[in-house]
């Protein structure tokens, strides 16, 4: 990147040169976050250039400081910030110490988001470097161990003074760049299917908002039978180090090659990248289903089959502490748009609310489509339940509360249909409580109950949540 570093420096002072080139005003400052813009968004070749050593501490405070670094892995931004360090130390002719390190990295060090770094290279790398204080990285491991402990205001034993939240890597990403479209096409699809359980075949890569995105799919053994499956899912090849933080929705497709057939279509709304490397259907569709003619899903004579899945990858989320998180009460809301399709989607496909936290705990609707208990006719309902998505990794929480479903009304003088529950406990084994078969999709869409407003094709869901106890642990 030629010339990168004395730009910078430039920009970084007190704006002298830019001020001769572009004046006073808006324009300066137009320019100058244009500037820095184009710097934050080519981090990853900036962070290996030799013009990036040439920086002064000032620019280094506040390209770290930013929340628009175009880097997913804080662990490269630890080592380059080292490197610079170092490179400031020969500059002035001292040597390459802990302490030296320390002390040119100044207020820096406190802007590098330690807590994002992955456990093994923190304990490896981090730790070993002497740069920061034992009461410092006690506290990065204890913010890892129990994150809500922060969350509710509980810092424990060592204050964490490091950033914690995912950095927002989209300037200037268009809506375009959020959406794609990912394909698998299963060749010899009869060869696969007689392989072994847990086979697999990947797609190929595509990028989309910035990260790699692969389906997988797999044999599986359908759900308490031996019969053969066909597991779909979506893979993000970006995330070993757990600090990307986008939200995406995903469409997965079979799509038939019948004009009279319905496709096998499945979804996943609104799930948080950095709580998990993959996500889809253990059991999406049986070989069977598959292979049979009528359906159109298997091209015969070519011997293959096409998968795909659209995806949208949202607004990237930091997690952000605000005190209304610390209510008691609250209600957590989902509409489900295009109900009339989702009504026809696959057995399993679900659908989740956003996060509402109440009393510290983050909560969310979840619902899925499923068969009635031991009904042998084909009629869906649609399951509801509330989760409460704490990380996997905190063990020591539980909270007793009580909750009030509700499908909201429609029609004027129609009241919300709805089921209470009191004084359900939820903890680490147990995060979810709920009604397996809450209402059919017949009853919920028939008109004259006043659920389904069917000029928008749509429902809204409600649980109002009552934390009465609650409890979380620092061991």
Not at 9 to 25: A, K, T, W
Not at 345 to 357: A, C, D, G, L
Not at 393 to 411: G, H, L, M, P, Y
Request: proline letters at 2%; aromatic letters at 12%; a negative charge.
């Amino acid at each position: 990147m030629p010339s990168l570093g004395n730009s910078m420096e430039r920009i970084s002072g007190e704006h002298s040169d830019v001020h001769f080139l572009v004046g006073n005003g808006d324009a300066k400052e137009d320019f100058t976050s244009k500037c820095f813009r184009y710097i934050c968004q080519n981090a990853v070749q900036l962070f290996g250039s030799d013009e990036f050593l040439q920086i002064d501490q000032k620019m280094l405070y506040n390209l770290l400081d930013s929340d628009r670094l175009l880097l997913s892995d804080e662990f490269e931004i630890w080592k380059a910030a080292l490197r610079w360090a170092d490179e400031k130390c020969r500059q002035n002719g001292i040597e390459c110490s802990s302490e030296n390190r320390r002390s040119v990295l100044g207020s820096t060090l406190f802007k590098i988001r330690f807590p994002n770094i992955h456990e093994d290279d923190f304990a490896k790398c981090v730790v070993p470097s002497g740069v920061l204080t034992e009461k410092e990285l006690l506290s990065v491991y204890q913010f890892n161990s129990h994150p809500n402990l922060y969350l509710r205001g509980v810092s424990g034993l060592y204050s964490l003074k490091f950033p914690s939240h995912g950095r927002i890597s989209d300037w200037n990403i268009s809506k375009d760049n959020r959406r794609g479209t990912l394909a698998l096409e299963i060749e010899k699809m009869s060869k696969f299917a007689g392989g072994k359980l847990g086979s697999r075949r990947f797609s190929e890569k595509v990028h989309i908002n910035g990260l790699p995105w692969k389906i997988e799919a797999q044999i599986r053994k359908k759900t308490g039978t031996d019969e053969k499956c066909l597991g779909f899912f979506l893979w993000c090849d970006a995330i070993e180090r757990g600090s990307v933080n986008r939200v995406f929705s995903a469409t997965y497709r079979i799509e038939s090659e019948k004009s009279e057939a319905e496709n096998s279509i499945g979804t996943f709304c609104d799930y948080v990248i950095n709580l998990s490397f993959w996500w889809g259907f253990e059991n999406f569709i049986t070989f069977a289903e598959l292979f049979d003619p009528s359906n159109g899903f298997y091209n015969r004579e070519e011997d293959k089959v096409t998968l795909s899945i659209d995806l949208i990858v949202k607004k990237e989320k930091l997690y952000k502490i605000i005190v209304d998180e610390c209510k008691s009460s609250g209600t957590i809301e989902m509409e489900i748009e295009n109900l009339s399709k989702f009504a026809r989607e696959v057995i399993v496909s679900e659908r989740k609310s956003e996060t509402v936290h109440i009393k510290g705990f983050p909560w969310k609707i979840w619902t899925q489509i499923e068969k009635k208990n031991e009904s042998t006719d084909n009629e869906k309902w649609l399951c509801i339940y509330l989760l409460c998505d704490a990380p996997e990794e905190d063990k020591n929480w539980s909270c007793k509360c009580t909750a009030i479903f509700r499908i909201v009304s429609q029609k004027n003088g129609v009241s919300d249909f709805r089921r209470e529950f009191d004084d359900y406990v939820f903890d680490n084994n147990e995060n979810s409580w709920g009604v397996k078969n809450f209402i059919s999709f017949g009853e919920l869409m028939d008109p004259f109950k006043g659920l389904y407003n069917k000029s928008e094709d749509k429902a809204t869901f409600a649980i109002d949540v009552t934390v009465k106890e609650e409890k979380m642990e620092d061991k």
